[in-house]
């Protein structure tokens, strides 16, 4: 039970220090060292959130308009 709790927070994102308290673990590297590894779209996850945050969505500038 311990070990689907902890799983299916970290998969809904939920942060790794509640997951910590609420398991009690002494150390938030217990936490992430025992559950971190079941969550492998974590690295996309991350890298597409900034990606996201850096992406110019902005329409770009029509000929002869001045672009902020």
């Known amino acids: 039970m ?3 709790h902890a799983s299916l927070l970290l998969k809904r994102g939920i942060n790794p220090k509640v997951i910590q308290e609420r398991l009690g673990h ?17 690295q996309e996850e991350a890298s597409n959130m900034i990606n996201d945050l850096f992406a110019d969505k902005r329409t770009p500038p029509k000929t002869g308009e001045v672009s902020e």
Do not use: K, V
């Open 2 to 4: 311990r070990h689907s």
């Open 26 to 42: 002494s150390t938030i590297g217990i936490t992430l060292n025992l559950y971190s590894h079941l969550t492998p779209g974590m």
